[in-house]
């Protein structure tokens, strides 16, 4: 991918609400958009990804979705319990998209409130 | 372990210091990157190989210096570093072909310039 903005680079909620994180991409031959999770002094970790003949996929309490003509993809997470808390990456990527693969967003940190 | 072996984990070096990251992989991969994490810019590529042949190199100081012998193992050779290097430097590896399918992550360095 070319450049991937994403928000909020904060958020905040309480144990049990919903969250939504949201990307937006430039490159409209992306064809696949993965998230990652990285804790507090861990390495990022891919939880759910979604590739673009696709509108939406789900694992348990997390969801993601994509809108091709807009531009954008999120991230949902319902019920959301205090493991949740960490740093969520989006990413990108276009075929043949030059050598550096994916395309990570500036990643949210994600603050599960008791 | 994901199959992504980082070492050392942590990093104490002083600026006239010459010391070496190594990272080793044992998925049968073939490409490998090398990112820097840091407060103001999170996961920031440095460097790619594709079966052992360099392909970007996203205008990274010359005091870093990546080797590739093989497709499993990576290195990053550091020498006379500045504070601001001071930083968490990730590896990861990823699929031929369609290569950030598989992408995965290693543990990380956790790097001090003092």
């Known amino acids: 991918g070319e450049n991937v903005e994403q928000h909020p680079s904060t958020l905040s909620v309480q144990e049990g609400d919903s969250a939504v994180i949201k990307c937006t991409y430039s490159d409209s031959a992306s064809n696949y958009f993965p998230w990652y999770k990285q804790e507090l002094g861990k390495r990022p970790q891919l939880i759910i990804d979604i590739r673009s003949n696709v509108g939406e996929k789900k694992d348990q309490r997390i969801a993601v979705t994509l809108n091709k003509t807009a531009k954008h993809f999120s991230l949902h997470i319902t019920e959301t319990q205090p493991e949740d808390s960490a740093v969520y990456f989006c990413a990108d990527v276009s075929p043949g998209g030059g050598a550096d693969g994916l395309t990570f967003g500036k990643g949210t940190h994600l603050i599960i409130q008791p | 372990e994901t199959g992504v072996t980082q070492t050392p984990r942590h990093l104490v070096m002083g600026m006239t210091n010459k010391k070496s990251l190594k990272c080793e992989q044992h998925l049968g991969h073939n490409a490998m990157y090398w990112y820097k994490q840091s407060a103001k810019k999170p996961l920031e590529l440095m460097f790619v190989y594709n079966f052992k042949e360099q392909t970007e190199n996203n205008s990274v100081p010359s005091r870093f210096s990546p080797e590739c012998p093989n497709s499993s193992h990576l290195f990053l050779h550091l020498h006379t570093l500045q504070p601001e290097d001071s930083a968490l430097y990730l590896c990861?590896?990823?699929?031929?072909?369609?290569?950030?399918?598989?992408?995965?992550f290693g543990s990380g360095t956790r790097l001090t310039v003092v």
């Open positions: 990861a590896s990823s699929q031929d072909g369609n290569r950030v399918y598989g992408y995965t």
